[in-house]
Nanobody, 116 residues
Framework: QVHLVESGGGLVQAGGSLRLSCVAS????????MAWYRQASGKQRELVAT???????NYADSVKGRFTISGDNAKNTVYLQMNSLKPEDTAVYYC??????????WGQGTQVTVSS
């Protein structure tokens, strides 16, 4: 089992920055990739960014050039650096961990609110 705890959300003005953190614990040696999803009120959950164990990253078109996903193995932590934030980035952001042998774990989510 993998336990994920997100932090770093908050209220920021448009154009500002935030860094989200996701600390993983448990059988983390079996994690193949991690990702950040978000869900805005009344909308479907969407994939924001992914990072594999080999450090390959991918981003949604809507955040390319503004968001950066990274990992720190020593701290068992994945980060999402969010720059040039827009009101449409407002959502609950979730961290996920996909296991080598299947299965996905979710964190509890952290709220990001961008004011115009």
């Amino acid at each position: 089992q993998v336990h994920l705890v997100e932090s770093g959300g908050g209220l920021v003005q448009a154009g500002g920055s935030l860094r989200l953190s996701c600390v993983a614990s448990g059988i983390i040696f079996s994690v193949n990739s991690m990702a950040w999803y978000r869900q805005a009120s009344g909308k479907q959950r969407e994939l924001v960014a992914t990072i594999t164990s080999g450090r390959t990253t991918n981003y949604a078109d809507s955040v390319k050039g503004r968001f950066t996903i990274s990992g720190d193995n020593a701290k068992n932590t994945v980060y999402l650096q969010m720059n040039s934030l827009k009101p449409e980035d407002t959502a609950v952001y979730y961290c996920t961990a996909d296991l080598l042998y299947g299965g996905r774990y979710w964190g509890q989510g952290t709220q990001v609110t961008v004011s115009s």
